[in-house]
């Protein structure tokens, strides 16, 4: 089939070839993607802890366990709560300075470079900026509302249990807009102009045009960074364990953190396989879904 | 905008006020960062100034020589080594896979949907088990388990970026190079790479800025040895006695290296972040 013959360990028969180039990936995806989710269920039947070895056969007990749990179903309706709130604030705020930058301007491209930075520090950082700034006394966040105010305000956002969940919002959206914004500023400038020209001439407004003529052609795009950005809200971790550590109390516990305190906090091995059974399962059928629903993988 | 006057129509006024609220968004936008970053120059007695110094009188850096001297510092560097070792595993593995997927279509489409499902787990529920497993081999706390996790976990967003960028790549290219007699890794080495050479550069930057952000598996995987700068900023935070200027100035050693990379990648940070979905 080919001339040129491979000497040594390379000499593989070219129908093996393709193989032997994704066989090391595959294997170290397996022990991500398959050895957790098999060896929570198999733990997940035990009685292990992290003090007591007991790997005596436990039934359904730990998932019985998983409908009692009061704290997990909370820790699961704070992570909606908290998709469900940021992730369409995200979206607007994203296409409403894409809309902005969308036509030249002098510089443009500066700004936009200066905007981008949030999304690309580190989220534990951007947790531990924001816990700075909001503080009660020496934070400058208090402070501006102060001036605004007329008196001094010393609010506690990371500590009172009405401030909190505005508190991480915030920080997660300062985060994550820029991301928005720069991928939908990327497809608002892939439109197709003589379409939008077209509709203005037919008289349609603004708004009309917007909603019947951009948006049908970014969704594409949009769709994928919603996929993006609602998984990693799903999942959030840093920024909350930095900003409250899912505190006051269990107030702004997410799943992540509640799996991480009952898996190495409480040490209970067997319960925690059973909750990231759950969670693994749960996002598994989500994300094949989604992916598959927006041809993603094409 | 239906209710804006004339004026605002005018194209002068119309720029101008674009300005002003572009102006308005940096200066929001970029605040917190500043405030990061002068917090770490300043003085003690400006840190626990009330109210609040907006910049600081004269710049000092003895919140950074604390860091060196103390030795947290190391921290940078154990997040060097893991997020540049891993990267470069990462880049190598998944580059072959992506190549094998786009040119023999391997495993077809079901491959490609359970690879970049990979990517959308959830951390905590692979980090249990890779805990239990890890404490058995001895591995917790050691360079060699963190980078294996972080390159296992950075694949699928190699290989979907690379496979991007190798479909880019004319396969006439490659087909002529295997008539001059060629072998396979021969027209690889010669042909793919050079020509996915600023896709695999930008990609390179990006999955290493990833595994350089990374905690959670760092704060689950490391002890005393490899503990990273994210892990370490955490560690000053204690009820009411934050030690303020190590957090910031810890959070800028880590975020410095961030601005530099993606300052080179400017280019092609919408493909990067969009995991390719807009290609740029």
Known sequence: MEPGAPSGALAAPDRFFKYWLIAPAIFLLLLIGL?????????SFQRLTMLEADTSFAGLANYAQLFRDHRLWESLLHT????????????????????????????????????????????????????????N?????????????????????????????????????WQWTPFM???????????????????????AGYWRTLVRIVLPQIWPVMAVAILIRGLDLVRIFDIIWALTGGGPGTI??????????????????????????????????????????????? | MSAATPVFRRPGVRLSLRYLAALLLTVIFLFPIYWLFIISLKTPEEIFAFPPV?????????????????????????????????????MIIGTLAAYSLVRFKTGGENLAVWIISQRMMPPVAIVFPIFLLYVFFGWVDSYHGLILLYTA????????????????????????????????????????????????????????????????????????????????VTHYFGGQSNF?????????????????????????????????????
């Not at chain 1, 249990?161 to 920080?171: E, H, M, Q, S, T």
């Not at chain 2, 967003?157 to 396969?171: A, H, N, S």
């Not at chain 2, 080179?264 to 969009?274: A, D, E, F, K, P």
């Open chain 2, 153 to 232: 976990f950075n694949l699928p967003y190699v290989i979907w970026m690379m496979r991007g960028y190798i479909e880019d790549i004319p396969l006439e290219l490659e087909e002529s190079a295997l008539v001059d007699g060629c072998g396979r890794w021969a027209v690889l080495w010669k042909v793919v790479f050079p020509m996915a050479r600023t896709g695999l550069f930008a990609t390179a930057v990006f999955t290493f800025v990833f595994a350089w952000n990374e905690f959670l598996f760092a704060l689950v995987l490391t002890r005393t040895e490899v503990i990273t700068y994210t892990v370490q």
């Open chain 1, 35 to 43: 050895f957790p989710l098999v060896y929570s269920l198999i733990v």
């Open chain 1, 252 to 298: 702004t516990e997410t799943i992540s953190i509640y799996t991480y305190i009952q898996g190495f906090q409480q040490f209970e091995t067997s319960y925690t396989a059973a909750i990231a059974f759950l969670v693994i399962a749960i996002l598994t059928i989500i994300v094949v879904w989604a992916i598959r629903r927006m041809g993603l993988a094409k």
């Open chain 1, 181 to 203: 914004f720069l991928i939908l500023l990327a497809a608002l400038s892939n439109v197709d102009r003589s379409l939008t020209e077209a509709a203005e001439i037919d008289g």
């Open chain 2, 54 to 90: 907006w910049y600081p009188k004269n710049l000092q850096f003895a919140n950074y020589r604390v860091l060196f001297r103390d030795g947290d510092a190391v921290t940078v560097w154990n997040s060097l080594v893991l997020a540049g070792a891993s990267t470069i595993l990462a």
């Open chain 1, 80 to 135: 909606a709560v908290i998709t469900v709130i940021a992730l369409p604030l995200e979206l607007i705020l994203g296409l409403a300075m894409a809309q902005l930058f969308l036509e030249r301007m002098p510089g443009r491209q500066f700004f936009v470079s200066l905007l981008v930075l949030p999304t690309i520090i580190s989220p534990i950082v951007a947790g531990a900026m924001w816990r700075l700034m909001l503080d």
């Open chain 2, 244 to 280: 303020w200027a190590k957090i910031a100035a810890m959070s800028v050693l880590g975020t410095i290296p961030v601005f530099v990379a993606v300052a080179t990648m400017q280019r092609y940070l919408v493909r990067g972040i969009s995991m390719g979905a807009v290609k740029g």
């Open chain 1, 137 to 173: 006394r020496y934070g400058p966040i208090n402070q501006i509302i102060g001036w605004f105010a007329g008196k001094p305000v010393t609010l506690l956002w990371t500590v009172n249990p009405d401030l909190v969940y505005p508190a991480i919002i915030f920080c997660e959206i």
